[in-house]
C-alpha cells in the first residue's frame, strides 16, 4: 500500500455491538483492503462493544479505534474526518454492509478516474426481515433532500478541505454536508449498482418532523432557496412521510424496485 491509504471506510457505532459485528464480517469478505484504512469511532459504548476491538483490529489492516464520550453522531462522524488519512472517505455505519464482496474492489477501480464524489444505491433492511432496492436519484434533486444514502456517498478528501458535519443538526447533517461539498464537486459519478445494505430504523427515519424542519433550514441558508419553495418542499415530504407511515406497501410500491 502507498503511504496514503487511498480510501477511508469510517464507521461510527454506540453499544450495537452486533451490528459492528456484520459491518466487520461484511468488510472482512472484501478484496482491497490493503488500499484501504478502517476507522471506528464509538461513542464509549457500555455493551459489548468494546470487547471485540482486538478482533477487529487483528483481521482488517491498518484499524484505528477511538473510544469516548461524544456529543452526538456528527461529533463522532467529525472525529473520524479529522483523523481520516485516504484520498476519499466511504461511510459505513454499525450495522450498515456491503453489497456484495466486490464493492471495495470495484470502488477502488472507480477512483482511478479521479473523480470527486460517488453515489449509488442500496438495499434497504426492511422491518419485515425483507431487503428492497432504493435506487438513488440524481444529485440535481438535492433540494427533495437526501438523493442517496449518506453510506452510498464517497467524498474526495481534499474537497471537503475544512467542510465539517455541523453539530447542531441532530438529524439532517448528514444533508447540510452534502449540499455544501456539492458546490465543490465537479466530476460525479453514479456507481450503478447496489453498494451497501442499510441497516433499517435510523434516526431519520425515527424523527421524521425534526428531520425535514431541519431539512428547511439546510435549504435556506446553504442553497438560499425562496421561502414559498422552501415550504412546497417541506409539505411533498410531509406527504411522503404520512404516506410512509400510513400506507406502507404503497410507498413501498412507489420507492422500492
Not at 491498518?62 to 456528527?74: F, K, W
Not at 471537503?160 to 443538526?169: E, F, H, Q, S, V
Request: neutral net charge.
Amino acid at each position: 500500500m502507498n503511504n496514503r491509504p487511498q480510501l477511508s471506510i469510517v464507521t461510527i457505532t454506540k453499544n450495537n455491538h452486533d451490528g459492528l459485528i456484520a459491518t466487520y464480517q461484511s468488510l472482512c469478505n472484501q478484496s482491497g483492503l490493503e488500499d484501504c484504512e478502517w476507522i471506528i469511532v464509538d461513542g464509549k459504548s457500555t455493551d459489548k462493544t468494546t470487547d471485540a476491538f482486538p478482533e477487529l483490529q487483528r483481521i482488517i489492516p491498518n484499524t484505528t479505534i477511538i473510544s469516548e464520550p461524544d456529543q452526538g453522531i456528527y461529533d463522532a462522524m467529525n472525529k473520524g474526518l479529522k483523523i481520516a488519512n485516504g484520498a476519499y472517505i466511504l461511510w459505513l455505519n454499525a450495522g450498515d454492509q456491503m453489497a456484495d464482496d466486490s464493492i471495495v474492489s470495484t470502488l477502488l477501480e472507480t477512483l482511478k478516474h479521479q473523480p470527486d464524489f460517488i453515489y449509488g444505491d442500496a438495499y434497504t433492511a426492511l422491518s419485515d426481515d425483507g431487503f428492497a432496492l432504493k435506487k438513488a436519484r440524481q444529485p440535481k434533486t438535492k433540494f427533495y433532500g437526501m438523493f442517496a444514502y449518506h453510506q452510498t456517498m464517497v467524498f474526495r478528501k481534499e474537497l471537503i478541505a475544512n467542510t465539517l458535519y455541523d453539530p447542531n443538526y441532530v438529524v439532517s447533517g448528514d444533508y447540510a454536508f452534502v449540499l455544501e461539498f456539492l458546490k465543490k464537486a465537479n466530476n460525479i459519478i453514479y456507481y450503478d449498482s447496489p453498494m451497501i445494505i442499510f441497516e433499517h430504523n435510523g434516526i431519520s427515519e425515527r424523527r421524521g418532523l425534526k428531520g425535514r424542519n431541519e431539512n428547511f433550514k439546510a435549504r435556506h441558508d446553504i442553497l438560499d432557496m425562496p421561502l414559498y419553495q422552501n415550504i412546497g418542499i417541506w409539505l411533498l415530504n410531509t406527504i411522503s412521510w404520512t404516506i410512509r407511515q400510513t400506507l406502507p406497501k404503497l410507498y413501498k410500491a412507489l420507492r422500492y424496485s
